[in-house]
């Protein structure tokens, strides 16, 4: 891989080809004592762009230290993602390979309750190829194949987890400013060595509207979809088809002021019932104004409410103030509740954070920023921590 | 703020209040916001069962695998998963 990101600066350099590259390295600690369980996050990457071609590759590093409040279920792992696009006229093709490796085995449930197992590395070659016909149809295709490598904990036998997925939709834009949409997929899950071999499919049928005669400043939207499911779920249930809803309106209350505003009810179909599906209800406000630095400030306030065989509720507040120059006051601020999976709180808890911290854009593309947060949790012992968030990034392309 | 706002608002939040009053319900398949997702990947570490990967930035739950234990809702900086 070296070689090849080696190989590909050397063309740019000769051809004078579009080259942007960037850095972004960003650490968290998640405890009372600062450093204990930090989180270390590295994505590096480069894109090269012709005529009618891009290449884009991207690495991404992630560790998670020991010694955190909340015990961590995350793994250790190295994806290096490499991406093509090629367009042809009205034709693109996108070619994609993954290469994802656990940097420590992270343990797996295999399915059908077949034991536990290590995973060592994936690979995941991907294609998709899209046109569109007379500017009112989209054609998508996809083809994926994941393949991990598996080590059984339990049988003590190597063994290949593969996926493979393909689909592909149409999209028609009407001529009254509408969608409509078909499409499926289809996916295959294999374990060799543990004989397990089992497929679902999905057949989305759906239709969107956004009407042009509402009152200025304001966009409504409105979508309705039906996926037909084929497969069962992991106990051996069929999955249900399900019906969903979708309505979307924002709305500027002010010039400077934007309410976004999102309901969704799906509804599920077994055999011989009818359920009331996932709810949702989303609203967002944001204000936006000069403040005094050269970065533009906003403040946002979002909240939403769902529903399924769970409840979440989530408040947020989110605020960037440009103070000076590049220099930005962060504003921070999450209450959330919703189900745990930290043993002795119920099934459920409730999170409350608030921090602040500053940000500095330089004119040539480095950003970096520091924050500090409180968290408090309905735990025991340790129901109130402190966490430290903080990252460089260096993005030259957007000076 | 216009009337037509007002009445829109007032409507959104009977709407919430109403939906809100029905309680939990049975679902055997998690629903993914993609409008909220950012494709951040933490759903997809935090998963023992291997059943979702991010694709094209959007998390992707395979209900084949998903053995509904919740870590991906808890694990979502934006609340994408429910």
Redesign the interface.
């Known amino acids: 891989m070296k070689y090849f990101a080696v190989l590909l600066l050397a063309v740019t350099v000769a051809f004078s080809l579009g080259f942007e590259e960037y850095v972004q390295l960003n650490a968290v600690s998640d405890s009372i004592n600062y450093g204990d369980g930090l989180r270390k996050d590295v994505l590096a990457g480069f894109r090269l762009t012709g005529g009618n071609w891009d290449i884009t590759l991207a690495e991404d590093w992630?560790t998670n230290g020991e010694g955190a409040v909340l015990p961590r279920?995350?793994?250790n792992?190295s994806e290096t993602h490499l991406e093509s696009r090629i367009t042809f006229g009205r034709l693109t093709v996108n070619p994609e390979l993954q290469y994802d490796m656990d940097l420590d085995s992270a343990?797996?449930?295999l399915?059908l309750s077949l034991g536990e197992g290590y995973?060592n590395s994936s690979l995941?070659p991907?294609l998709t190829v899209s046109c569109s016909i007379a500017d009112a149809f989209e054609l998508t295709g996809t083809g994926?194949y994941?393949l991990?490598d598996i080590a059984s904990l339990n049988s003590d036998i190597d063994t290949e987890?593969s996926?493979t997925s393909y689909g592909g939709d149409v999209l028609w834009h009407t001529p009254i400013g509408g969608y409509l949409s078909a499409g499926g997929v289809s996916?295959q899950?294999k374990l060799d060595a543990l004989d397990y071999d089992?497929s679902?499919s999905r057949v989305d049928v759906s239709a969107g509207y956004t009407p042009v005669s509402?009152?200025a400043m304001?966009i409504l939207s409105a979508e309705a979809e039906y996926s037909l499911?084929n497969?069962?779920?992991?106990s051996g249930?069929g999955?249900?088809d399900?019906f969903?809803a979708r309505l979307?309106?924002v709305?500027n209350?002010a010039r400077n002021v934007t309410?976004n505003?999102?309901?969704?009810?799906?509804a599920?179909f077994y055999e011989n019932e009818t359920?009331?599906?996932?709810?949702?209800?989303?609203?967002r406000t944001r204000f936006k104004f000069g403040g005094w630095g050269s970065v533009p400030s906003s403040v946002t306030l979002s909240g939403?409410?769902?529903?399924?065989?769970?409840?979440?509720r989530?408040g947020e507040l989110e605020g960037r103030i440009g103070l000076y120059g590049g220099i930005s006051a962060l504003v921070t601020g999450k209450l959330?509740y919703?189900?745990?999976?930290v043993a002795g709180t119920g099934g459920y808890r409730t999170r409350e954070t608030i921090g602040g911290g500053l940000e500095f854009r330089m004119q040539n593309g480095l950003n970096t920023f520091l924050v500090f947060e409180r968290e408090a949790s309905n735990l025991s012992p340790n129901d109130v921590w402190g966490r430290i968030r903080g990252g460089v990034g260096f993005y030259p392309a957007a000076r | 703020?216009?009337r037509?706002?007002r009445l829109?608002?007032l409507a959104?939040l009977a709407?919430?209040v109403v939906?809100?009053c029905?309680?939990?319900?049975?679902?055997?398949?998690?629903?993914l916001?993609a409008?909220?997702c950012i494709g951040c990947g933490?759903c997809e570490?935090?998963c023992?069962?291997?059943a979702i990967?991010v694709?094209d930035g959007d998390a992707v739950i395979?209900?084949?695998?998903?053995?509904?234990?919740?870590?991906c809702?808890?694990a979502c900086p934006e609340?994408a998963i429910?």
């Open positions: 992630v279920f995350y793994r792992h343990m797996v449930v399915p995973r995941q991907a994926r994941w991990r987890w996926e996916y899950t089992h679902w509402f009152p304001t499911y497969g069962e779920d992991y249930s999955l249900p399900r969903t979307r309106a709305q209350i309410c505003i999102a309901f969704s009810q799906a599920d359920r009331f599906g996932p709810f949702q209800s989303a609203v939403q409410l769902t529903e399924s065989f769970v409840t979440t989530l959330w919703g189900p745990s999976s | 703020m216009t037509f706002t829109f608002l959104a709407f919430t939906a809100a029905d309680g939990p319900l049975a679902s055997a398949l998690l629903t916001d409008s909220r933490e570490e935090v023992p069962y291997g990967e694709i395979n209900p084949e695998l998903c053995h509904q234990c919740n870590r809702i808890e609340g429910y």
